[in-house]
Nanobody, 125 residues
Framework: QVQLVESGGGSVQTGASLRLACETSGGTFRGHTAAWFRQTPGQGREFVAAMRMTNSNPYYADSVKGRFTFSRNSAQNTVYLQMNSLTPEDTAIYYC??????????????????WGQGTQVTVSA
């Protein structure tokens, strides 16, 4: 059973940057799609970004496009989310996920079978 572990969260001020990492054990992201979602209290999980490992094609939510960058290592066992120009609206628990969605369902959290435990990102004004 693959496990995903996120790291890199923290508390920063508006305009700062953070780099999240998600490392797998018991498997890799190879042949799958890796994704980042975020969730705030009382809200559902919101799609942030994803990447197909087969072609390294990234997808981004409009709210983070141009500020966040998805990347992976060559072993395809770790993915990263570089977050720049952070705002208080980015405050959330960020979750890493692994799945095999088709393009039309790539932004749906129900398309992903494996999840990490989440890492908190807090951005203060």
């Amino acid at each position: 059973q693959v496990q995903l572990v996120e790291s890199g969260g923290g508390s920063v001020q508006t305009g700062a940057s953070l780099r999240l990492a998600c490392e797998t054990s018991g498997g890799t992201f190879r042949g799958h799609t890796a994704a980042w979602f975020r969730q705030t209290p009382g809200q559902g999980r919101e799609f942030v970004a994803a990447m197909r490992m087969t072609n390294s094609n990234p997808y981004y939510a409009d709210s983070v496009k141009g500020r966040f960058t998805f990347s992976r290592n060559s072993a395809q066992n770790t993915v990263y989310l570089q977050m720049n120009s952070l705002t208080p609206e980015d405050t959330a628990i960020y979750y890493c996920a692994r799945g095999t969605p088709i393009t039309s369902t790539l932004r749906l959290h129900s398309s992903y079978a494996n999840w990490g435990q989440g890492t908190q990102v807090t951005v203060s004004a």
